[in-house]
């Protein structure tokens, strides 16, 4: 389990991402892409197309970090937008419901999840 506090920033890109880049590759598409500081102390979080995976790219004032998740079974819930590309703004607490696996929408648990 993740845990942040409600001060944090978190922004998440939309679009696919390819999952074979790390530090450099991801602090550039944050740049480019999504128009934002690396260095700003947010969360900068990734996914694949099948939304099975995700990174996390987070500068913590001394270097970078690079969390990645890699599901079992089933797949993320996502945030819907219009468009395909760009950032969606999350609070730190719907993060961790993200990764946690509950369904955005309705905030229900997703069928693939299981607490023990």
Known sequence: ???????????VAV???DMRKSFEG???MVETEMKEEVRSG????FGNRRRTRLKILYFDGTGL???SKKLEAGTFSWPKVAQENGN????PEVLA????GV????????????RQ
């Open 1 to 11: 389990m993740l845990s942040f506090t409600g001060s944090l920033k978190v922004y």
């Open 15 to 17: 679009g696919n991402c």
């Open 26 to 28: 991801l602090a550039a």
């Open 42 to 45: 947010a969360l900068f979080v």
């Open 65 to 67: 970090w690079v969390l």
């Open 88 to 91: 969606v703004n999350l609070r």
């Open 97 to 100: 419901m993200l990764t946690d």
């Open 103 to 114: 369904e955005l929408k309705g905030a229900r648990l997703r069928p693939w999840y299981e």
